[in-house]
């Protein structure tokens, strides 16, 4: 049994950065699995909903704050440990501790189980790859709830990434109550 581990968010200018952790069941149809970022938005809503229906999951996040405070590399890695222990209180008492899988170069420290760092495994690995779909669509619902508490800085069109517009109206407006202060817009 495998857990993947995956974060979305890590290159934006506002929000948080958000982890999932999944174990897929037997049988699941994998063929369906992409990595998060070269699928619609509509298409990872879709999975997102047949992986919440039938998987073991957990969700972690770590604030702007927190992004600021300890830098998104440590920030992402404590989004991940968090994704972890949700979905580990689902085995408590079982016995059962899946080996991980994580996205990236770096196992999260606080991962109290064997646990392979794997580059591009949003690529390569079922449980990451629906990881990587959780933390997404995750991640995309948080912001379209900022847009409605902070719609002049439009986070339901960019999620907080550094485009074009979003640069502009963080220099026009100033940085939202959201915004990475530790990141720069230029």
Same mark, same amino acid.
């Given at each position: 049994?495998?857990?993947?581990?995956?974060?979305?968010?890590?290159? +934006?200018?506002?929000?948080? $950065?958000?982890?999932?952790?999944? $174990?897929?069941?037997?049988?699941?149809?994998?063929?369906?699995?992409? /990595? =998060?970022?070269?699928?619609?938005?509509?298409?990872?809503?879709?999975?997102?909903?047949?992986?919440?229906?039938? &998987?073991?999951? #957990?969700?972690?996040? &770590?604030?702007?704050?927190?992004?600021?405070?300890?830098?998104? !590399?440590?920030?992402?890695?404590?989004?991940?440990?968090?994704?972890? $222990?949700? !979905?580990?209180?689902?085995?408590?008492?079982? #016995? %059962? +501790?899946?080996? %991980?899988? %994580?996205? #990236?170069?770096?196992?999260?420290? #606080?991962? /109290?189980?064997?646990?392979?760092?794997? $580059?591009?495994?949003?690529?390569?690995?079922?449980?990451?790859?629906?990881?990587?779909?959780?933390?997404?669509?995750?991640? /995309?619902?948080?912001? +379209?709830? *900022? /847009?409605?508490? *902070?719609?002049?800085?439009? *986070?339901?069109?960019?999620?907080? *990434?550094?485009?074009?517009?979003?640069?502009?109206?963080?220099?026009? !407006?100033?940085? =939202?109550?959201?915004?990475?202060?530790?990141?720069? %817009?230029?």
């Amino acid at each position: 049994m495998q857990c993947g581990i995956d974060e979305a968010g890590r290159g +934006c200018l506002a929000g948080p $950065v958000v982890a999932a952790a999944c $174990v897929l069941p037997e049988g699941f149809p994998t063929e369906i699995l992409k /990595d =998060s970022k070269k699928l619609s938005p509509r298409r990872r809503l879709k999975i997102k909903g047949i992986i919440r229906g039938c &998987a073991r999951w #957990g969700i972690g996040l &770590a604030d702007e704050k927190e992004i600021d405070g300890i830098n998104i !590399l440590r920030a992402s890695l404590l989004a991940m440990e968090r994704a972890w $222990v949700a !979905l580990h209180r689902s085995f408590a008492g079982s #016995g %059962v +501790c899946p080996e %991980v899988l %994580v996205d #990236g170069p770096y196992c999260p420290p #606080g991962i /109290d189980a064997p646990c392979t760092a794997c $580059v591009h495994g949003d690529a390569i690995h079922p449980p990451i790859m629906a990881a990587s779909i959780l933390a997404k669509c995750e991640r /995309d619902r948080i912001m +379209c709830g *900022y /847009d409605r508490l *902070y719609p002049q800085y439009q *986070y339901a069109i960019h999620k907080g *990434y550094p485009t074009a517009r979003h640069r502009e109206l963080c220099r026009t !407006l100033g940085p =939202s109550p959201i915004q990475r202060l530790s990141f720069t %817009v230029r």
